[in-house]
């Protein structure tokens, strides 16, 4: 039975309002801070400005796992969580290093991140049957200061992301730079149409999409869980931060998983991105990826 076609008592709808799992709250038309799932975006921004480069290291200069650029930034340290070598940019991806991406927003510069961001699609309305959420990054007109910068390389600082939108994103990697635009119910025929052409060159996506099969494939990669060896899988997980500050200790966490199938246009394509809300104790991303494992099981089942 269905009560919103039958009818429901006053006490139903309550109890539905009142749900501090909020199920009325259609959740896929908000924005929400993307932590290292965004660090992909970043990486595009970055080698298409030219301001990274694949090889180039950024070195060892966060003993103890935090780093701050010098001393005008008090006691604030960004933190990662993995300590390895070399510091280039697929092993950032591999090990998700909060380190790496925020240098390489701070080298991108103010302006060339805004205006990358910009011709992504943020603070842009989706082209999609439904009206979600705009991407932001700022709650002003732009970035205010080097930390927020720092920051947003990561997908934190004032960085919100429309799920849908994220998961426009990642078609430019198994298309050669073009970003397809969304639609709502699946058309086996339906020919894909362009939203974003050349939103990074075919080279910049087939770097990037390297990085992210070994997020999957490596046994040190933050989506390794999801691994199978019949279809090759290419991801990146993000774990949000959501608290007021650096020294809360009460915010909850945002779990993301951005996964798609990477065997070419022959094989069933499917693109997923994932997000379950406090995943705090409860295993971070790593919660999120176990999910999407079961889902890409059921539409692709593994080969025995």
């Known amino acids: ?39 992909p975006i970043t990486g595009v921004i970055g080698l298409s400005t030219g301001a990274l480069t694949p090889d180039e290291s950024f070195g060892t200069d966060h003993a103890g796992l935090s780093w701050q650029k010098d001393a005008s930034w008090g006691k604030y340290q960004v933190t990662t969580l993995h300590d390895y070598s070399p510091v280039n940019l697929e092993n950032a991806y591999i090990y998700s290093d909060n380190i790496y991406f925020a240098k390489a927003a701070l080298k991108i510069g103010y302006d060339d991140f805004m205006a990358g961001l910009d011709r992504l699609g943020f603070n842009q309305d989706l082209p999609f049957e439904i009206s979600v959420a705009q991407s932001q990054y700022s709650n002003t007109e732009r970035i205010e200061t080097e930390i927020q910068l720092a920051d947003s390389g990561y997908g934190q600082g004032q960085v919100l992301m429309n799920p849908i939108h994220l998961a426009a994103l990642y078609t430019m990697f198994p298309n050669g730079g073009d970003v397809i635009k969304p639609y709502l119910t699946y058309q086996k025929e339906r020919e894909p149409e362009v ?11 087939e770097t990037i999409e390297t990085a992210l099969k070994k ?6 990669g933050t989506g390794h869980a999801a691994m199978r060896n019949d279809i090759t899988l290419a991801g990146k997980t993000g774990t949000a931060e959501i608290k007021a500050s650096k020294g809360d200790t009460s ?19 499917i693109l997923m991105v994932s997000m379950v809300e406090d995943v705090k104790n409860a295993g971070g991303s790593g919660l999120v990826v176990r999910k999407a494992k079961a889902v890409l099981d059921s539409y692709i089942p593994p080969v025995q």
């Open 195 to 205: 939203w974003l052409k050349g939103a990074c060159t075919q080279k910049t996506a």
């Open 215 to 220: 997020v999957v494939s490596s046994e040190h």
């Open 1 to 39: 039975d269905n009560d919103f076609i039958l009818g429901m008592s006053e006490e139903k709808w309550a109890s539905l309002n009142e749900d501090e799992r909020k199920p009325m709250f259609n959740r896929f038309r908000q924005r929400f801070a993307p932590g290292s799932s965004f660090k």
């Open 251 to 269: 915010g909850t966490e945002l779990g993301w998983f951005a996964v798609y199938t990477a065997d070419g246009p022959d094989h069933t394509p």
